[in-house]
C-alpha cells in the first residue's frame, strides 16, 4: 500500500487508536475524515487539526450511517481506504440482574452491524479508486475472551471472522482487507485498567510498517505472544486471558 495521497474515512477517529491513526495519516499527507459521536469533541479536534474533516453521528442509528454515506458520495466519493475502528466496551456478567438487552444490542451494534454495513454501503466506492483498502480493527481478545466482557469478545471474533471472509471475496479485486488485533492500548476505552499498556502511537507505528508492506494481519504488542501461545497450547493462552481486565 501506498501510504500517502489517499482519502482514508476513520471511524471513531475522534479518541484513542482512531485519532492516533489519523494524526498519522495527516501527516504522511492525506486527506482524513474522521466520525465520532460527540460533535463537540470532533470540534475541538478540527480546532487543532483544521485540515480534517469530521463527521458527527452515532453509527448504530441507521439514519445517521445513511448520512455518512451520502455524505461521502456527495463530498468525498474518492474514499479509497476505509478504516473500521469505532467500538464501545461494555463490562458485565449475565448472572447481574437488570435487563440487559438494550446493552447487548448497542454493544453488537456498535462493534459489528455498523461497520459491516458500512462497509457494504462503501465498497463500490472503494473499489472503484485505486490503492484501495478496509482495515478492521478486532483485539487480542478473539484469541482468548476474558470473562468480564463476554459480548465484546464475541463481537471482536465475529470481526477478525469478517475481516478474513472479506478478504477471501475481495482477492480477485485491487482492495486489499488489512486487520488490526491490539494488545492492550492506552486510550480512553481501558481507563483505569490494567498494566504495561502500550501507547497509541506505538500501534500506528506498527501498523504502518505493515501497511506499507502489505502484511494484512497486524498483532500489536503482546498480542503476538498471545498467538504463540494459543498455538502451543489453547488451555494456557485461555486461562491467561480468562480474568483479564
Ligand atoms: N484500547 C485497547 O486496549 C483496545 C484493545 C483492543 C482493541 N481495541 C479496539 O480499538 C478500537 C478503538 O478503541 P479505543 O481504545 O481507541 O477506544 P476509544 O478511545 O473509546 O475510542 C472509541 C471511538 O469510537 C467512537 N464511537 C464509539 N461508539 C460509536 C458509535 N456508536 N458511533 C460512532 N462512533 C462511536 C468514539 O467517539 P464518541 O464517544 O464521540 O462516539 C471514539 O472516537 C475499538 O474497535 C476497540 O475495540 C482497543
Known sequence: MTETGNTVLITGGSSGIGLSLAKRFLQLKNKVIITGRDKVKLEQIKNEFPELIIFA??????????ELVLFIERQHSDVNILINNAAVQYNYH????????DKIEYEISANLTAPIQ?????????????????????SGLFIAPKKSASVYCATKSAIHSFSKTLRY???DTDTKVFEIIPALIDTPMTEGRGKSKITTEQLTDEFIHNFKADQYESY???TKLLRLIHRFSPKLADRIMKNGL
Request: glycine share 4%; aromatic share 4%; no cysteine.
Open 169 to 171: 471475496q475481495l482477492e
Open 57 to 66: 453521528g452515532d453509527l448504530t442509528d441507521s439514519t445517521s450511517l445513511d
Open 94 to 101: 449475565f448472572t447481574d440482574k437488570t435487563n440487559l438487552t
Open 118 to 138: 458500512l462497509t457494504s454501503l462503501l465498497l463500490p466506492f472503494i473499489l472503484k479508486n485505486k490503492n484501495s483498502a478496509v482495515v478492521n480493527v478486532s
Open 220 to 222: 500489536i504488542g503482546k
